[in-house]
């Protein structure tokens, strides 16, 4: 960690009241940069450094105040379906330096750690332990390349997220944030394992994370839907990640709708209701952060 970052952290300036603003996609964005169908993104950061470095140098330029790593998928669950289960700490490591060898001062680097694809007992075979050892080696490897916190994103179990909440904690991670993923149905919002976003924010909360919300999933509209409740769940820091609206394809391509001037009108409704870290998820590009930023004053 920099020496800027021990002065002034990225929950110091949450706590001065100021709106943090994150970057946009990973994943869409090294598809549309090479990535193969199917690919594995973290093997990108061996192979195609420049690729990642490019990646957070342009979220940067846009205005985002600190930028994801590509590890999002960088457990030794995910890893080893890719043939890649012994390169979690390479991958990981490289991830971090990466994104901090583009970081300008005072701004900040925070580790992407996603789902396992797996499930605890008794539902699947996986330990508690097991699974918070898995994050527990993930999490090292960013925080040795550099990051300054982690982001625990995209989950859908209550337990899982828990998990690497509490292995983020075990390695010392001065900021956790987590953010979980949900559906409309006829009842409401509920993730696929039947969380609720009050749920998630009181029990992500009570489990350690430092910022709760949620990410992916939805268009911006449906987000601030979802930010009512988790804001009226909480008194605490909540993060918004949304995508650019619900892909279609079009001419053989995967197109997202929702314009940077779309999203900025709505982006500012969630800063304004209380929403303390924005980005964008899945189809956000550089462009819609440099909308967000100018939606909010930046």
Known sequence: MTTQTKIRTLLDRLAQGELLIGDGATGTYLQAHGLEPGGCPEALNAFKPDLVRQLSREYFAAG??????????????????????????????LAAQHARSQTPQGRYVVGSVGPTGEFLEPLGNVSRAAMVGAFAEQIAALKEGGADGVVIETMTAIEEATAAIEAARQVGVPVVMSTLTFDKG???????????????????????????????GNGIEAMIEIAKQIRAATDGYVMINSNAGIPSIQKGRIVYPETPEFMAERFKALADMGVNVLGGCCGTTSAHIAALCKAVGR
């Open 64 to 93: 985002s105040d600190f930028v994801f790593t590509n590890s999002f998928g960088g457990n030794r669950f995910m890893l080893k379906k890719y043939g890649h289960g012994d390169k979690v700490w390479e991958f990981n490591r």
């Open 186 to 216: 006829p009842r409401g919002f509920f993730t696929m394992m039947g969380v609720t976003p009050e749920r998630a924010a009181k029990e992500l909360k009570a489990a350690g994370a430092d910022v709760v919300g949620s990410n992916c």
